[in-house]
């Protein structure tokens, strides 16, 4: 393989979805203090994570990938993580127990601070700014001053992330994420829901399950930790660059600002800066694929991104919508499958699924992300290949920002907490009514 392609080569290519900065020697000095900044995960961390995407790939797991569709600096607070790493658990904790298998916990934290846009520019009543592209850019304030692209923020996101990361694995490996804490990541809120007590009565059966085990004289580490890995969309090549190191083991590059990093919808053109980049890291990488994606895009996508056919490295994720799910994926799963190409499927329901609410929110209906899954589970059962996993926006807090589920928050609902700066994400109980209905896909997959 060709040798890793320096920052200025990749812009050779020509880059898309990069925010256009006015000040050179800023945006200079800023990827300079980063490449000197020690790496935010291990090459060896990745590895471990790529050998589970692979077991993913062969059934013998499920990837849980979850978080916010954009993290923003003044949410990096404790709680703020402390919910969003719970919600996954007791997601995780379903789809485990109810499904009997390994899951493998991915949260979309800790740098997911950069968003693709489909204009560079917003307007507002007369008034034409550059649209916001995640704090990693600028501010979400429609002001010249928050919209300006500002290379310093590069150095915020990899604070952020350093400080979010330090707390999860603090957390994932200080008692928190023990299994004995099943019942106390239910919160008063959800218990009182139906989905709460359905969870309740899992975790007392977990509880009897953890008593006897222990009664029998087992008490093995993974009840007591879990492994949560990090990931992100690897939009902006000045931060991704700059955090790519050579192993000093395997004298490889890896992308050292996260576990796992994605080549987004709008970034996978075959002789673009992105595939370019990411064809040369050895991360466990990601691509999504919606309804345009051809059968032979994504073959060459594989042969490209995966030029060693390594099991484990590259994810497809699909997000075609409900309605095309069905119909789009199989020519794509039957290709790449007939040719070879080792890949791991991952469900995207969120994406295909975005409209406008009539009171302008920009929502998705739970019914239609599940519809997605349910569609992904049967493509893959009929072909006899395996579903991977699944990603999701959410969060741990009670949002109204899609709607639909068993609380049926309708459209005019949406004003009461709507908070995400980019894309809606589901709720804490939708969350877990999410687990169990993909929990039943999975028993029977
Ligand atoms: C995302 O995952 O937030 C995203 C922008 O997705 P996609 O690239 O699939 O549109
Ligand atoms: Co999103």
């Excluded at 994605?262 to 990488?285: C, K, M, S």
Aim: aromatic share 8%.
């Amino acid at each position: 393989m060709s040798s890793f392609p320096t920052l200025e080569q990749l812009h050779a290519i020509g880059a898309k979805q990069q925010p256009t900065y006015d000040d050179p020697a800023a945006l200079a000095g800023a990827v300079e203090r980063l490449r000197g900044l020690p790496p935010l995960v291990f090459a060896g961390e990745c590895d471990d994570l790529r050998q589970k995407v692979a077991a993913a790939g062969r059934g013998e797991a499920f990837l849980l990938q979850g978080g916010d569709c954009a993290e923003v600096f003044a949410e990096a607070t404790a709680d703020n993580t402390r919910n969003k790493l719970r919600v996954l658990l007791q997601m995780a904790v379903v789809l485990t127990y109810a499904a009997s298998v390994p899951v493998v916990k991915i949260g979309r934290l800790a740098g997911q601070y950069a968003k693709p846009r489909s204009s560079d520019m917003e307007t507002r009543d007369g008034v034409t700014l550059p649209a916001y592209r995640g704090d990693a850019v600028n501010g979400f304030d429609f002001t010249p001053e928050s919209r300006r692209p500002d290379p310093q923020r590069l150095l915020d996101v990899y604070h952020a992330s350093a400080s979010t990361l330090n707390l999860v694995r603090a957390f994932t490996t200080g008692g928190y994420a023990d299994l004995r804490q099943v019942h106390a990541w239910n919160s008063e809120f959800v218990r009182n829901s139906p989905v709460g007590q359905h969870y309740e009565a899992v975790a007392a059966e977990i509880d009897r399950a953890l008593t006897f085990m222990k009664a029998i004289g087992a008490d093995p580490d993974e009840f007591h930790r879990v492994d949560f890995y990090s990931s992100h969309e690897a939009l902006l090549l000045e931060y991704e660059h700059a955090m790519t190191r050579i192993d000093s083991r395997t004298e490889r590059p890896y992308n050292v600002s996260g576990h796992f990093v994605w080549i987004g919808e709008r970034t996978r053109q075959l002789d673009g800066a992105h595939v370019e980049y990411f064809r040369h890291i050895h991360n466990p990488i990601g691509c999504k694929l919606g309804p345009n994606a051809t059968a032979d895009d994504a073959l060459a996508l594989a042969r490209t991104l995966n030029p060693d056919n390594e099991p484990g490295r590259l994810t497809f994720i699909t997000r075609f919508g409900h309605d095309r799910i069905r119909e789009g994926l199989p020519p794509l799963v039957e290709k790449v499958t007939a040719e070879g190409a080792n890949v791991t499927w991952m469900s995207d329901p969120m994406h295909g699924n975005t409209f406008e609410a009539s009171t302008g929110f920009k929502t998705r209906r739970f019914e239609d992300v599940l519809a997605e899954v349910q569609g992904f589970f049967d493509v893959h059962r009929q072909l006899g290949t395996v579903p991977g996993g699944i990603l999701v926006e959410n969060t741990g807090d009670d949002v109204t920002e899609v709607i639909g589920g068993g609380e049926e928050l309708d459209e005019h609902g949406l004003a009461h907490r709507y908070e995400s700066v980019v894309d809606p994400r589901l709720n804490r109980v939708q969350s877990l009514e999410m687990a169990f209905k993909v929990a039943d896909m999975l028993r029977h997959a």
